[in-house]
């Protein structure tokens, strides 16, 4: 196999591994292990940008199988596999998969049963689909999927909460949970028929159950941020906490390794309350490697020295295997995001749409509008490099705006629900002149939204909660005890991202219809798209000199 020189510098630990390997005493009183894991592939298997329709050389499941390859050859017999979730949605490949074609195997569960992993956690977004894609999905994996919150009202759990394997005589339990949060983000998908519990007493009754089974090494792999604030009110939804794998770490001892993901972060190495933690980075561009040196003392193996490490994809070729694995699942994709949908005379794109009203957001905020027939309507700006150029506008572009599959509900809310919205929005940027971030970084892209309908302005040099200095709806100023009709998403509805200001907002209108299909039929009715057709500015931040800091933030942050 060759390497580029770049690819041979990010593979020097796989050589001290090597080197380590070869150099200490070959008795069996000694042993080390590799664990390498990826977390949140979110689809990402081959090297291809579908939206930009062009090889991506710096993530995909295809490349970390190269990494995993060559620890295998470092430490033959001795690596273990494992991913901590959100596999299955993420790409036009896994839309593709769940709505549009039938395969065998699910092309992403291919490719993982190509690079053999022993197991992986079941992420929040295995959910979108519906529990019957996800249950069918986890038999034709060559390994298992975790989750040991995971309970159904009767009967046996869907999902194994843990698995036990063996390396070279070493047992290793493999313990899986997942974040409560999809009660709330797939509530339509989950109610009456699974609740996901908290991951710590599932995980701390699945740690016992290993040690009776004499479990060597203990290896959590959970799909839950490090310690972040969860993205709901735990108190509002009465739901357990969101990102928990640091207060695992300290409240549960035994535990030698933690992978944990979700977050879309990455951390290289982290001990906590005597565990072990890492997160490689999302999309499948990096892969986390741990270093288990295990010692054989009376009559049993425990862990005397641990690190681990990240090694990024990029530069690393794409392994053939997991390539032919995924390969009618990418040539599908392909060809679903090149069809010709409609045309445009204009270039729109949203490039600014996080500090000025944009078309682009426009064209999905009348959508939504006219489709729930509602007052109001709101929209996160999710990628601000999405754009349609002119000429003809295919489905991928249009894909790119909505990379999610939420579905179009709409509430009734207050004049007061609708401020506190707002503020709650705001809060994504920093106060202008005092020195803080012009983003705030803990705040993620996709829980800024804009709203359609209302006029108001964001005043950034003023503090979080006092921002919205001006709001009226149809020229009038909204008072707290107005009414209105929202649409929105259903991740929204459930209070995700915080707006805990809606759980008590009754709801008014719902669909099963997911809003990128809405937007995909508007171009096919219309078949011929302009900006004029749905641009009506009606927000704006203030001071003006605010917006050059904002906008270069959103262009240093990717969530």
Do not use: C
Request: glycine share 8%.
């Amino acid at each position: 196999m060759r390497f580029s020189a770049r690819a041979a510098l990010v593979l020097l630990p796989l050589a001290t591994i090597a080197a380590a390997a070869s150099a200490r005493p070959r008795a069996p009183r000694e042993l080390t292990l590799l664990v390498a894991a990826t977390t949140d592939v979110h689809g990402h298997l081959v090297g291809w940008d579908y939206y930009a329709n062009r090889p991506d050389t710096a993530r995909g499941l295809a490349r970390a199988a190269t990494i995993v390859d060559s620890l295998r050859g470092a430490a033959p017999g001795r690596v273990v596999l494992v991913d901590a979730g959100d596999m299955l949605q993420g790409t036009p490949l896994t839309y593709v998969a769940a709505r549009r074609e039938h395969f065998a195997v699910h092309p992403v569960i291919a490719a993982m049963n190509a690079m053999r992993y022993d197991a992986a956690a079941v992420g929040n977004h295995e959910f979108n689909y519906g529990l019957p894609l996800l249950y069918a999905t986890a038999k034709e994996a060559h390994f298992p999927l975790l989750a040991a919150n995971a309970y159904p009202p009767a009967g046996p759990a869907p999902f194994p909460g843990r698995t036990m394997i063996e390396r070279k005589g070493v047992r290793i339990a493999l313990i899986g949970a997942t974040t409560p949060g999809s009660n709330a983000w797939d509530h339509d998908n989950l109610a009456g028929k699974l609740t996901i519990g908290a991951i710590l007493p599932a995980v701390r009754a699945q740690l016992d159950s290993a040690r009776h089974e004499h479990a060597d090494v203990v290896v959590v792999v959970l799909h839950t941020g490090l310690d972040e604030p969860s993205s709901y009110d735990t108190i509002a939804t009465r739901l357990p906490s969101e990102n928990v794998a640091a207060e695992i770490a300290r409240q549960l001892p035994g535990i030698d390794l933690i992978v944990y993901g979700h977050s879309h972060k990455q951390m290289a190495d982290t001990v906590i309350g005597g565990a072990l933690l890492m997160q490689p980075k999302n999309w499948a561009a990096s892969v986390g490697v741990a270093e288990l040196h295990l010692q054989h003392e009376n009559g049993q193996w425990r862990v005397a020295s641990k690190r681990s490490f990240l090694i990024p994809v990029a530069g690393h070729a794409q392994d053939a295997s997991v390539v032919q694995a995924a390969s009618a699942g990418h040539h599908a994709a392909r060809k679903y995001v090149a069809s010709v949908i409609g045309s445009t005379d204009t270039a729109w794109s949203a490039d600014s749409g996080r500090v000025v009203d944009t078309p682009l957001a426009d064209l999905i905020l009348d959508v939504e509008r006219r489709t729930a027939h509602a007052d109001l309507a709101s929209t996160a700006v999710f990628d601000v490099g999405a754009k349609i150029d002119s000429g003809a506008v295919t489905v991928g572009e249009i894909a790119r705006l909505y990379p999610y599959e939420n579905t179009l509900s709409a509430v009734r809310i207050t004049g007061a629900q609708l401020r506190a919205y707002l503020e709650h929005s705001a809060r994504y940027y920093g106060t202008y002149g005092t020195g803080e971030p012009a983003v705030h970084s803990g705040v993620p892209g996709y829980n800024f939204d804009v709203v359609s309908g209302a006029e108001y302005t964001i005043d950034l040099s003023r503090p979080v909660g006092s921002r919205i200095t001006s709001l009226s709806v149809r020229g009038r100023p909204v008072s707290d005890a107005d009414t209105f009709t929202l649409a929105l998403n259903n991740y929204r509805r459930s209070g995700g991202g915080g707006y805990a200001m809606l759980k008590d907002a009754p709801e008014v209108y719902t669909s099963t219809s997911e809003i990128r299909d809405l937007l995909i039929a508007e171009v096919e009715r219309r078949k011929h798209i302009s900006p004029r057709d749905y641009f009506q500015r009606n927000w704006s931040i203030v001071p003006a000199a605010a917006i050059p800091p904002a906008y270069a933030a959103n262009h240093h942050y990717t969530q």
